[in-house]
């Protein structure tokens, strides 16, 4: 069983267009993110929500809105994609507990927006 | 600001030599210290982690990593690597914000190339 699971997985689409990546975690967890991993392998947060609640908003363009209907779901969408956009896309869960805080990724979207 | 420095951007070895790569971060607060693997074209998975206690973690598939409080260090460790861990490996920090809830704060990564 995926724990936590992205889709689609791979998506290529034109510059303009408006996108959405699905994420769902079944591991019971309370929090999820989205990780953002450039061309150069660098990666870095770009939202966090905690029990549906948006915790974490890093200086990502509005046109990227996520949201989460429930506490297993995140979904990421995208308006107005630009070339820039490409990259791979990782979303992530975790409990929080005062002694740790262990964070599983998904599997990643590759976006390639041309 | 947190950050984590890897030191080392790409590591070439022959297989069965020993391993080890840097990692600093500077955070002068409790921090929860992990070292991911990415193989290519593939998820990040969690090799370790430290929270508290021993300060020399082991992990899976052999690897090992070592908290140093005073030199605010991580590094990863393996004794004799194979082929099979080539992947780029990230080492991160989990650090507050906001209360418990952290968000992870990634290394550069370091790439891990094995020669048969």
């Known amino acids: 069983d995926t724990a936590v699971s992205q889709t689609p997985k791979y998506l290529v689409t034109q510059m303009g267009n408006d996108k959405s990546i699905k994420c769902e975690q079944n591991l019971g967890h309370d929090t999820m993110y989205w990780y953002k991993q450039d061309s150069k392998k660098f990666l870095k947060i770009m939202f966090s929500?905690?029990?549906?609640?948006?915790?974490i908003n890093e200086t990502v363009p509005n046109r990227f809105s996520p949201k989460s209907p429930d506490k297993a779901h995140l979904n990421l969408h995208i308006n107005s994609l630009e070339l820039g956009d490409s990259a791979v896309y990782f979303c992530?869960?975790?409990?929080?507990?005062?002694?740790?805080?262990?964070?599983?990724f998904g599997e990643g979207s590759w976006l390639t927006v041309v | 600001a947190q950050s984590v420095s890897q030191h080392n951007h790409h590591v070439i070895l022959s297989e069965a030599a020993s391993l080890e790569l840097g990692c600093n971060y500077s955070?002068?607060?409790?921090?929860?210290l992990f070292w991911y693997v990415q193989y290519p074209g593939q998820h990040l998975q969690l090799l370790l982690k430290?929270?508290?206690?021993?300060?020399l973690v082991k992990g899976i598939k052999g690897f090992e990593a070592e908290f140093i409080k005073s030199k605010f260090s991580f590094n990863l460790r393996k004794p004799s690597v194979q082929w099979s861990d080539t992947a780029e490996y990230f080492c991160a920090v989990n650090a507050e914000y906001g209360g418990s809830q952290g968000n992870l704060i990634f290394g550069k990564g370091t790439k891990l190339s094995v020669k048969p």
């Open positions: 992530a869960s975790s409990q929080v507990k005062v002694s740790g805080n262990t964070i599983y």
């Open positions: 430290y929270f508290s206690g021993d300060p």
């Open positions: 955070y002068g607060g409790t921090v929860n």
């Open positions: 929500y905690n029990n549906k609640e948006l915790i």
